[in-house]
């Protein structure tokens, strides 16, 4: 007994990521972050990362007003991206380090904070030699 | 990577895509059995207390918080369906808590956007969305 036949989750089209100032966090994700902006909406602020939309929201009630999911964005060099990130003002919970090691790569992760206290990570899959 | 270099989407920072999202679970076994047996979404693989979802081509990590300060809900996911109505049903039948019947949350130029939200079996706020295309 599952989802069948057009009621099957194809994909994740959308993550609501609340903010409190939804200014600020446009500027850290478009100006630190670097992703795309896609547009505005009142108190809606969208962009796009590799076809899944972010919305930065206010909470609407007090219910809804507790820090994002950790994303974990996946990056190239996540050596250059940490420094690149640090030198845009985030804070770095840890440095980048080897969190898993895969059959086929070494999994890569760094923590920090957007403007908005929420959890990040930066994750890289690098390729065993 | 060479193979992304060229986006002309991709971040200045590098962000190719989101590769993972971690779900806070208060049950490990109960959440796997609500992600693969009602959502459908195919399970990766279990690890300890974790287990690892692919929702196309995204990673969902389910798991207990580290730590009290990560003890909280999930960000509402929206998981896209092809017939929202159908989807609707179907949570239904299976005894999932919806918060309303599908509504169209805007008309878009190409497409009418609807959205129906529903609780996942640890509490988190979830929705399905569906662009459906103007006749």
């Known amino acids: 007994m599952n989802m069948q036949e057009g009621t099957t989750l194809s994909r994740i089209g959308q993550i609501a990521i609340n903010a409190h100032d939804v200014d600020r966090a446009t500027a850290f994700y478009r100006d630190v972050l670097g992703l795309p902006h896609l547009f505005r909406a009142g108190q809606l602020s969208f962009f796009d ?8 929201d206010k909470a609407e009630k ?44 070494d999994l890569w992760m760094t923590f920090f904070r957007d403007s908005e206290g929420n959890l990040l990570a930066l994750m890289s899959e690098v390729p065993r030699a | 990577m060479s193979a992304t270099a060229t986006n002309p989407g991709m971040s200045s920072l590098g962000i190719t895509n989101i590769g993972q999202i971690s779900i806070i679970t208060h049950d490990t076994a109960r959440a796997t059995a609500f992600y693969r047996d ?69 008309p ?28």
């Open chain 1, 49 to 56: 990362c590799g076809g899944v939309r972010l919305m930065l």
């Open chain 1, 62 to 105: 007090p219910e809804f007003d507790h820090p994002s999911s950790i994303l974990y964005f996946q990056v190239g060099d996540i050596r250059a991206a940490h420094k690149r990130l640090q030198d845009g003002g985030a804070k770095f919970e840890d440095d980048p380090h080897v969190i898993a090691q895969m059959p086929k790569y």
């Open chain 2, 38 to 106: 009602v959502l459908g979404l195919p399970l990766l693989f279990t690890a300890g207390n974790m287990a690892f979802f692919d929702c196309g081509g995204v990673r969902l990590m389910l798991g207990p918080a580290s730590s009290p300060e990560l003890d909280h809900p999930s960000s509402i996911l929206y998981f896209r369906v092809p017939d929202i109505e159908a989807a609707h049903r179907r949570l239904v039948e299976l005894g999932v808590k919806i918060e309303a019947p599908p509504r169209l949350i805007a």
């Open chain 2, 108 to 135: 878009m130029k190409t497409h009418d956007l609807w959205m129906v939200g529903f609780h996942d079996s640890e509490g988190n706020i979830m929705q399905l969305m569906s662009e459906v295309p103007r006749g």
